[in-house]
């Protein structure tokens, strides 16, 4: 089984809507963090989580929220999608140590219309 | 602004000759490099990575380059295979364990 799961892979909705992209872990590990992908910018963080009770904005958290319901999960919310908001999300994990690896989803590919 | 720059979009190499990746930095606050894989519909995977502090990291057919005076970094892998054919990132940490990305550099490898 993976290590860093994400669902759903795909999703189109429209313009408006609520959406939440949901990221589970088994690696025990402390750390999750949410990117998005877009072609030419390369990935970039949306938010990031270094415990349960700590959640922080990362470079681009306009028009997203996050929960942190356990350790293991980690869910990336659009209150209202709009189209710019297409892109491939990718959600990861660390341990939280000094030059440390960070491990990716498969990711999620949204379609805004 | 980006502060990990991956050039060149593509890269195009015949099999069993060496593929060299570069990647520019701006910010030299960065202790730690790494480089990652993607293929289609998959996540990216950790490939290398190499500490500030060193200037050349070897793992098998891959070897990463730090120039830190020049803020610059290679990827070279050597022989290059059909199965390397894929998606290359430039990643850098800052202190406290964020990542800043590059746009990727398509390899593809021809046989």
Known sequence: DA??????????TKTGKRIMLECSQTKGHDRMYWYRQDPGLGLRLIYYSF??????KGEISDGYSVSR????????????????????????????TA??????????????? | DQQVKQNSPSLSVQEGRI???????????????????KYPAE????????????????DGRFTVFLNKSAKHLSL????????????????????????????GTTVTVRA
């Open chain 2, 19 to 37: 593929s060299i990746l570069n990647c520019d930095y701006t910010n030299s606050m960065f202790d730690y490099f790494l480089w990652y894989k």
């Open chain 1, 51 to 56: 415990d349960v009770k700590d959640i922080n």
């Open chain 2, 76 to 103: 070279h892998i050597v022989p290059s295979q059909p199965g390397d054919s894929a998606v290359y990132f430039c990643a850098a940490h800052f202190n406290d364990y964020k990542l800043s990305f590059g746009a």
């Open chain 1, 69 to 96: 319901q356990a350790q293991a999960k980690f869910s990336l919310s659009l209150e209202s999608a709009i189209p710019n908001q297409t892109a491939l999300y990718f959600c990861a994990t660390s341990v939280g």
């Open chain 1, 3 to 12: 290590d860093v799961t994400q669902t759903p892979r795909n999703r189109i």
């Open chain 2, 43 to 58: 996540g990216p995977t950790f490939l290398i990575s190499i500490s500030s502090i060193k200037d050349k990291n070897e």
């Open chain 1, 99 to 113: 030059q440390e690896t960070q491990y990716f989803g498969p990711g999620t590919r949204l379609l805004v219309l």
